[in-house]
């Protein structure tokens, strides 16, 4: 909750000083949810995003009258609150879902950290609290190059924070040393490296260790363990999948065509025309899980009323391949009249949980989603709700609850 009311703190010191929005900024967005909800949360580290690229580029008219200077700030803004998504949506959201209260720290050389008040209770939950801040980074930025293969796409200031989000677990794969690298590679365990502890905490899951010796940097890591070597090659090779993603590569090149060069506030996303008002466009994107590396690849239909998409889901455990699969419509709108905007979305996911040395799950996995966005009044001052609410099967689904059961998160938007 303190971090709700930091955020909102911020957007209420900062929109007092923005009497009105320019044609074409996005509505002021302020979300919260049941944990360790990454979606909501992300969607405000967005919106705050726009609101200070704004703030900035309006001093003296700067953005305005030379709008190719606009990564001078929109990219030192982004890599601040990428920090927050991170570690308080990320990490947090995974120790608030585990009730261990986390605690964070914030430094000025763009570092940080998040602790909690006791250990995980289970080395599954030493997993998931380990790849949470990448996790949440990969929610944000998918919904992000939804929001950018949208009609009309989205605020261009946020392309610099989808592509951080989108590419930091990548950046921190690459980082691992490999396990053969026997001492460099505990070395990093003990260091904390988010993604050598991911490794480390499945071969204690493995191996039935404790988990607050785990957490605490006092497992004994056995660096040759051939399962150990396949896992690091698995979450490489989902790193790289994640990062050839060719929606995110044709809304970077938009945003600084249009954008930077072209000076438009607003930047889509390129779709490969196939008929009047459709678009096709593909995507990759990459999590890891408890007992498995997961690899997406979507397929989007850019239309006029929103994007359709439907993806499938490889999940490999190192000892076993199973696949999942899912569809979903995002901001489909609804003709409500002037000045009313209502805008649908649905999701439906299921999937097969691999066979694993870890023995955390088994069995089928399944998910359903329904968000309703709302926005009405003037064009001076329009003001709507958001609201998502969802269900799921016990396991891990990026941005989800790993418990069974339902979920729901709620928002309020606002132009002035």
């Known amino acids: 909750m303190r971090s709700a009311g930091i955020l909102l703190l911020s957007f209420l010191c900062l929109a007092s000083a923005l009497r009105a929005q320019p044609s074409g900024w996005e509505p002021i967005f302020l979300g919260y949810g049941s944990e360790p909800e990454m979606d909501y949360g992300g969607r405000s580290v967005m919106s705050l995003q726009s609101v200070l690229s704004r703030s900035f580029g309006s001093i003296n008219g700067v953005g305005t009258r030379h709008p190719g200077l606009s990564p001078a700030w929109e990219f030192p803004v982004g890599a601040a609150l990428l920090l927050v998504q991170h570690e308080v949506g990320g990490h947090g959201g995974r120790a608030r879902e585990f009730g261990l209260a986390p605690s964070y720290a914030f430094h000025f050389d763009f570092s940080a950290a998040t602790g909690t008040r006791r250990p995980p209770p289970t080395n599954e939950g030493n997993v998931l609290l380990a790849v949470g801040g990448t996790e949440a980074d990969g929610v944000m930025a998918h919904r992000l190059l939804l929001d950018l293969l949208s009609p009309g796409g989205a605020d261009g200031a946020k392309v610099p924070l989808a592509m951080m989000a989108k590419l930091d677990l990548t950046l921190y794969v690459s980082e691992m040393k490999n396990p053969d690298r026997g001492s460099d590679f505990a070395d990093q365990y ?16 493995r191996r039935g260790a404790d988990p607050a010796a785990v957490w605490n940097g006092d497992f004994a890591v056995d660096t040759r363990d051939p399962l150990l070597k396949r896992n690091w090659d698995d979450a490489r090779v989902t790193a790289l999948w994640n990062l050839l993603d060719p929606t995110l590569a044709g809304a970077v090149f938009n945003y600084f065509r249009q954008h930077v060069i072209g000076g438009q506030v607003r930047v889509q996303a390129p779709a490969l025309r196939v008929a009047d008002g459709v678009g096709l466009a593909i995507g ?34 190192s000892v076993d391949r199973t696949y999942g699969f899912g569809a979903s419509v995002h901001g489909h709108g609804l003709p409500l009249g002037r000045g009313r905007d209502v805008r649908l979305g649905l999701s439906a996911d299921t999937w097969e949980e691999p066979a694993s040395r870890e023995r955390v799950r088994s069995g089928s996995g399944w998910n359903a989603t329904a968000e309703i966005d709302t926005l009405f009044g003037d064009l001076g001052r329009r003001w709507g709700i958001s609201a998502k609410a969802g269900t799921k099967s016990e396991g891990f689904f990026p941005g989800l609850p790993l418990a069974d059961g339902a979920y729901a998160a709620f928002g309020v938007r606002g132009v002035w």
Request: no cysteine; aromatic share 12%; proline share 2%.
């Open 190 to 205: 003990r260091n904390g490296n988010d993604m050598v502890f991911y490794l480390v905490s499945r071969q204690a899951q």
């Open 284 to 317: 990759t994107r990459g999590a890891l899980g408890p007992q498995e590396v997961s690899r997406f690849l979507d397929l989007h239909a850019v239309t006029r009323f929103g994007v359709f998409t439907v993806y499938a889901r490889d999940l490999d455990s």
